[in-house]
């Protein structure tokens, strides 16, 4: 079971009280992984959205992309800004992945149900703002450190 300190270590949920961290905890898992495990797919041919939240609590993962179609997938250096998420893409656009995540050596993830957590958004508007604000400065934050890098090489 996910407790309320679980989710209290994740910088996503920083600034919400305990009432909503709660809440988050009743719709969340944590998920061990080994090396080379899967955690979200790109291209895994069934084409599903998976609309869930994954949270880096320890370890760390590879990203990689297609650039286009069927082409070999090529790694993308992604700095982690505080505790990563992934599936954010999918889970704001109700698409799927846009990237594969494997874990790189044994890892753990906090995964939180993305349909409840909109839904608790929708209900709760200030748990809703400070959930999506901080998602936008983290996205915001690759951005700019992948900007960085390609101007660097």
Known sequence: MTTVEDIRQIDLFDS???GAL???AAFSTIKEF?????ILAENDGKGLVIRDLYLLMDGSVRIQK???GFFPLKAIDIQAIDNEVYGEIGWLLGSKPSAEVTSSGSSRMLVVNGI????LCDRDTNVGYNILFRLSAILAMRLVNQTSANFAS
């Open 22 to 24: 709660e809440s988050i």
């Open 34 to 38: 080994a090396d080379g495990d899967v």
């Open 116 to 119: 409840k957590l909109f839904d």
């Open 66 to 68: 297609h650039p286009q």
């Open 16 to 18: 919400l009280d305990d």
